[in-house]
Structure formats: structure tokens, C-alpha cells
Nanobody, 121 residues
């Protein structure tokens, strides 16, 4: 059974940094894309950053220049380095992956359990 396990959330002051990590475990044949989403209280879940096999990377406009997404393909992990954090970055951050479990199977979408990031003085 595939699981996405996140780590690295916490409380940080404005201007500070945090690094989130997510590991995909279980029966995995190929991961097509890994992403980070976030959901603030009272708001819809939004895409923060995604990295697609082949190297394509996309960021939300609100985090460009401050956040960096990266993958370790051999370890099935994705990380999000968050710098110059602002109070408006406060949210639950979710790891997301599109992957196939076996050769020839179609890809499915998986979500992590979420990790809280709070930016406050």
C-alpha cells in the first residue's frame, strides 16, 4: 500500500525558513509527478509547487523566488525549501503524488496526511 509521509512543519517567525520533506513508500513502479499543496483555514486547497518527471517545475506566483521544490528520484522523496516565510504562508501543507504501482497500471493520485506550518511572531 502506497503512503506519503511528510515531515518538517512547525512554528517559525516571519522571515524565517523551514524545509518540508515527503517520502513515498510501498509498492511503487513509477512516480510521474510530486507536488506540494496547502490549505489555510477557510480557504481552498491550492497548489504550491510541483515537479514532474522530466524536470518541469511550476510554482504558485505567491511563492516564486522564496520556495524551492526538489526531488530525489532514487529515494522517491520530494522536498520544499521555504525561505522568507510570511504570515500568509500559514497553512496545512500536503504532499501529493501521481504514480503507478505496477508496470502497465494506470497512475493514481495519493495524498499525505498534512503538516502544519505556522508563521507568526
Amino acid at each position: 500500500q502506497v503512503q506519503l509521509v511528510e515531515s518538517g512543519g512547525g512554528l517559525v517567525q516571519p522571515g524565517g525558513s523551514l524545509r518540508l520533506s515527503c517520502a513515498a513508500t510501498g509498492s511503487i513502479f513509477n512516480i510521474y509527478a510530486m507536488s506540494w499543496y496547502r490549505q489555510a483555514p477557510g480557504k481552498e486547497r491550492e497548489l504550491v509547487a510541483e515537479i514532474i518527471s522530466g524536470g518541469s517545475i511550476n510554482y504558485a506566483d505567491s511563492v516564486k523566488g522564496r520556495f524551492t521544490v526538489s526531488r530525489e528520484y532514487a529515494k522517491n522523496t520530494v522536498s520544499l525549501q521555504m525561505n522568507s516565510l510570511k504570515p500568509e504562508d500559514t497553512a496545512v501543507y500536503y504532499c501529493n503524488a501521481y504514480l503507478s504501482e505496477r508496470p502497465g497500471s494506470s497512475e493514481s493520485e495519493y495524498w499525505g496526511q498534512g503538516t502544519q506550518v505556522t508563521v507568526s511572531s
